[in-house]
T-cell receptor, first 116, second 114 residues
Framework: EAGVAQSPRYKIIEKRQSVAFWCNPI?????LYWYQQILGQGPKLLIQ????????DSQLPKDRFSAERLKGVDSTLKIQPAKLEDSAVYLC??????????????FGPGTRLTVL | AQSVAQPEDQVNVAEGNPLTVKCTYS??????LFWYVQYPNRGLQFLLK??????LVKGSYGFEAEFNKSQTSFHLKKPSALVSDSALYFC????????????FGTGTRLKVLA
Protein backbone atom coordinates (compact mmCIF):
# COMPACT_ATOMS: atom_id res chain seq x y z
CA GLU A 1 0.00 0.00 0.00
CA ALA A 2 1.44 3.36 -1.01
CA GLY A 3 1.87 5.89 1.76
CA VAL A 4 1.06 9.57 1.96
CA ALA A 5 2.97 11.50 -0.70
CA GLN A 6 4.13 15.09 -0.30
CA SER A 7 6.06 17.49 -2.48
CA PRO A 8 8.34 19.28 -2.51
CA ARG A 9 10.49 17.83 0.28
CA TYR A 10 12.39 21.07 0.79
CA LYS A 11 11.67 24.70 -0.09
CA ILE A 12 13.61 27.89 0.57
CA ILE A 13 11.93 31.24 -0.07
CA GLU A 14 12.30 34.84 0.97
CA LYS A 15 9.81 36.54 3.24
CA ARG A 16 6.76 37.98 1.50
CA GLN A 17 6.99 35.37 -1.26
CA SER A 18 4.32 32.73 -1.74
CA VAL A 19 4.68 28.95 -1.58
CA ALA A 20 2.47 25.92 -2.12
CA PHE A 21 2.69 22.37 -0.86
CA TRP A 22 1.00 19.31 -2.30
CA CYS A 23 -0.27 16.16 -0.61
CA ASN A 24 -1.72 12.93 -1.95
CA PRO A 25 -3.25 10.78 0.80
CA ILE A 26 -3.47 7.02 1.06
CA UNK A 27 -6.07 5.70 -1.36
CA UNK A 28 -9.48 5.49 0.25
CA UNK A 29 -8.69 7.76 3.17
CA UNK A 30 -11.50 10.24 3.58
CA UNK A 31 -9.79 12.43 6.15
CA LEU A 32 -6.76 14.58 5.42
CA TYR A 33 -4.80 16.73 7.87
CA TRP A 34 -2.20 19.44 7.50
CA TYR A 35 0.12 20.04 10.44
CA GLN A 36 2.84 22.58 11.15
CA GLN A 37 5.80 21.29 13.13
CA ILE A 38 8.19 23.95 14.36
CA LEU A 39 11.61 22.73 15.44
CA GLY A 40 11.48 21.31 18.95
CA GLN A 41 7.69 21.17 19.10
CA GLY A 42 4.97 18.66 18.41
CA PRO A 43 2.80 18.87 15.30
CA LYS A 44 0.10 21.51 15.41
CA LEU A 45 -3.06 20.91 13.40
CA LEU A 46 -3.67 23.60 10.79
CA ILE A 47 -6.64 22.16 8.96
CA GLN A 48 -8.61 18.92 8.79
CA UNK A 49 -10.68 17.86 5.79
CA UNK A 50 -13.37 15.20 5.64
CA UNK A 51 -13.64 14.37 1.93
CA UNK A 52 -13.60 17.87 0.40
CA UNK A 53 -15.20 19.65 3.35
CA UNK A 54 -13.38 21.46 6.15
CA UNK A 55 -13.90 19.94 9.62
CA UNK A 56 -11.50 22.07 11.64
CA ASP A 57 -9.44 25.09 10.61
CA SER A 58 -9.45 26.89 13.94
CA GLN A 59 -5.65 27.17 14.07
CA LEU A 60 -5.09 28.12 10.43
CA PRO A 61 -3.83 31.72 10.06
CA LYS A 62 -6.40 32.56 7.46
CA ASP A 63 -4.91 35.94 6.58
CA ARG A 64 -1.99 34.17 4.91
CA PHE A 65 -2.67 30.43 4.80
CA SER A 66 -5.19 28.68 2.60
CA ALA A 67 -5.88 25.06 1.78
CA GLU A 68 -8.12 23.17 -0.55
CA ARG A 69 -8.99 19.59 -1.26
CA LEU A 70 -10.74 19.52 -4.57
CA LYS A 71 -12.53 16.28 -5.46
CA GLY A 72 -11.82 14.95 -1.98
CA VAL A 73 -8.46 13.39 -2.85
CA ASP A 74 -5.23 15.38 -3.01
CA SER A 75 -4.76 18.72 -1.31
CA THR A 76 -2.69 21.87 -1.52
CA LEU A 77 -1.63 24.20 1.28
CA LYS A 78 -0.58 27.73 0.33
CA ILE A 79 1.16 30.49 2.24
CA GLN A 80 0.96 34.03 0.87
CA PRO A 81 2.86 36.07 1.91
CA ALA A 82 5.33 34.04 3.95
CA LYS A 83 6.84 35.31 7.19
CA LEU A 84 10.01 34.28 8.94
CA GLU A 85 8.02 32.47 11.64
CA ASP A 86 6.51 30.18 9.01
CA SER A 87 9.79 28.28 8.83
CA ALA A 88 8.77 24.77 9.84
CA VAL A 89 8.06 21.29 8.57
CA TYR A 90 4.61 20.94 7.05
CA LEU A 91 3.22 17.48 7.51
CA CYS A 92 0.30 15.94 5.71
CA UNK A 93 -1.52 12.96 7.18
CA UNK A 94 -4.55 10.89 6.26
CA UNK A 95 -6.87 8.41 7.86
CA UNK A 96 -10.07 6.54 7.27
CA UNK A 97 -13.15 8.30 8.61
CA UNK A 98 -12.16 8.99 12.26
CA UNK A 99 -15.65 8.17 13.44
CA UNK A 100 -14.77 4.61 12.51
CA UNK A 101 -13.49 2.64 15.42
CA UNK A 102 -9.71 2.85 15.73
CA UNK A 103 -8.89 4.70 12.50
CA UNK A 104 -5.17 5.48 12.57
CA UNK A 105 -3.55 8.58 11.12
CA UNK A 106 -0.60 8.04 8.75
CA PHE A 107 1.92 10.75 7.89
CA GLY A 108 3.80 11.77 4.79
CA PRO A 109 7.52 12.65 4.87
CA GLY A 110 6.86 16.37 5.25
CA THR A 111 8.03 19.53 3.52
CA ARG A 112 10.72 21.53 5.23
CA LEU A 113 10.15 25.25 4.58
CA THR A 114 12.84 27.82 5.26
CA VAL A 115 11.86 31.48 5.02
CA LEU A 116 14.80 33.88 4.76
CA ALA B 1 -7.73 23.16 27.93
CA GLN B 2 -7.13 19.72 26.54
CA SER B 3 -3.48 18.77 26.46
CA VAL B 4 -0.87 16.04 26.28
CA ALA B 5 2.27 16.24 28.41
CA GLN B 6 5.58 14.55 27.85
CA PRO B 7 7.51 15.67 30.92
CA GLU B 8 10.98 14.67 29.69
CA ASP B 9 12.59 16.50 26.80
CA GLN B 10 15.24 13.78 26.57
CA VAL B 11 15.70 10.27 27.90
CA ASN B 12 19.10 8.59 27.88
CA VAL B 13 19.41 4.85 28.29
CA ALA B 14 22.17 2.32 27.77
CA GLU B 15 21.77 -0.24 25.02
CA GLY B 16 20.21 -3.43 26.35
CA ASN B 17 18.52 -1.68 29.29
CA PRO B 18 14.76 -1.20 29.54
CA LEU B 19 13.38 2.16 28.50
CA THR B 20 10.31 4.19 29.45
CA VAL B 21 9.05 7.35 27.79
CA LYS B 22 6.32 9.04 29.79
CA CYS B 23 3.04 10.56 28.62
CA THR B 24 0.07 11.95 30.52
CA TYR B 25 -3.02 13.59 29.14
CA SER B 26 -5.83 15.89 30.16
CA UNK B 27 -8.72 15.31 27.78
CA UNK B 28 -12.43 14.96 28.29
CA UNK B 29 -14.11 11.67 27.56
CA UNK B 30 -12.28 8.47 26.65
CA UNK B 31 -9.75 9.37 23.96
CA UNK B 32 -7.81 6.97 21.82
CA LEU B 33 -4.09 7.02 22.59
CA PHE B 34 -1.18 6.78 20.17
CA TRP B 35 2.59 6.72 20.02
CA TYR B 36 4.52 7.88 16.97
CA VAL B 37 8.27 7.94 16.26
CA GLN B 38 10.10 10.45 14.09
CA TYR B 39 13.54 9.89 12.61
CA PRO B 40 15.56 12.83 11.20
CA ASN B 41 14.06 14.33 8.04
CA ARG B 42 11.19 11.87 8.11
CA GLY B 43 7.51 12.09 8.87
CA LEU B 44 5.93 10.51 11.93
CA GLN B 45 5.65 6.74 11.91
CA PHE B 46 2.85 4.98 13.79
CA LEU B 47 4.06 2.70 16.60
CA LEU B 48 0.99 1.60 18.54
CA LYS B 49 -2.39 2.63 19.84
CA UNK B 50 -4.82 1.99 22.66
CA UNK B 51 -8.51 1.92 21.89
CA UNK B 52 -10.02 -0.38 24.51
CA UNK B 53 -9.35 -3.68 26.25
CA UNK B 54 -6.07 -4.88 27.72
CA UNK B 55 -4.14 -2.02 29.30
CA LEU B 56 -0.86 -3.27 27.84
CA VAL B 57 -0.67 -2.86 24.08
CA LYS B 58 2.09 -4.14 21.86
CA GLY B 59 3.33 -2.37 18.76
CA SER B 60 6.06 -2.22 16.18
CA TYR B 61 9.78 -2.85 16.78
CA GLY B 62 9.22 -4.46 20.19
CA PHE B 63 7.62 -1.42 21.77
CA GLU B 64 4.67 -1.62 24.13
CA ALA B 65 2.67 0.89 26.09
CA GLU B 66 0.75 0.75 29.32
CA PHE B 67 -2.53 2.59 29.72
CA ASN B 68 -3.49 3.73 33.21
CA LYS B 69 -6.92 5.32 33.33
CA SER B 70 -6.74 6.56 36.93
CA GLN B 71 -3.45 8.33 36.27
CA THR B 72 -4.43 9.33 32.71
CA SER B 73 -1.08 8.05 31.51
CA PHE B 74 0.12 6.08 28.51
CA HIS B 75 3.81 5.35 28.97
CA LEU B 76 5.88 3.83 26.17
CA LYS B 77 8.18 0.95 27.10
CA LYS B 78 10.66 -1.46 25.63
CA PRO B 79 12.37 -4.27 27.56
CA SER B 80 15.76 -3.91 25.83
CA ALA B 81 16.77 -0.73 24.02
CA LEU B 82 18.71 -0.65 20.75
CA VAL B 83 20.93 2.14 19.46
CA SER B 84 18.64 2.27 16.42
CA ASP B 85 15.72 3.23 18.71
CA SER B 86 17.30 6.67 19.11
CA ALA B 87 14.71 9.08 17.71
CA LEU B 88 12.01 11.57 18.66
CA TYR B 89 8.88 10.05 20.19
CA PHE B 90 5.46 11.69 20.24
CA CYS B 91 2.44 10.77 22.30
CA UNK B 92 -0.95 11.75 20.88
CA UNK B 93 -4.58 11.52 21.86
CA UNK B 94 -7.49 11.44 19.48
CA UNK B 95 -10.76 12.89 20.65
CA UNK B 96 -13.76 10.60 20.33
CA UNK B 97 -16.31 13.33 19.73
CA UNK B 98 -16.65 16.61 17.91
CA UNK B 99 -13.96 16.94 15.24
CA UNK B 100 -12.13 13.78 16.36
CA UNK B 101 -8.93 15.79 16.21
CA UNK B 102 -5.53 14.64 17.38
CA UNK B 103 -3.57 16.47 20.05
CA PHE B 104 0.17 15.84 20.19
CA GLY B 105 2.67 16.15 23.00
CA THR B 106 5.86 18.13 22.55
CA GLY B 107 7.99 15.05 22.02
CA THR B 108 10.74 13.21 23.90
CA ARG B 109 14.11 12.62 22.36
CA LEU B 110 15.35 9.13 23.16
CA LYS B 111 19.08 8.56 23.05
CA VAL B 112 20.32 5.00 23.38
CA LEU B 113 24.00 4.82 24.23
CA ALA B 114 26.18 1.98 23.01
Amino acid sequence: EAGVAQSPRYKIIEKRQSVAFWCNPISGHATLYWYQQILGQGPKLLIQFQNNGVVDDSQLPKDRFSAERLKGVDSTLKIQPAKLEDSAVYLCASSLDPTRFGATQYFGPGTRLTVL
Amino acid sequence: AQSVAQPEDQVNVAEGNPLTVKCTYSVSGNPYLFWYVQYPNRGLQFLLKYITGDNLVKGSYGFEAEFNKSQTSFHLKKPSALVSDSALYFCAVRLTSGTYKYIFGTGTRLKVLA
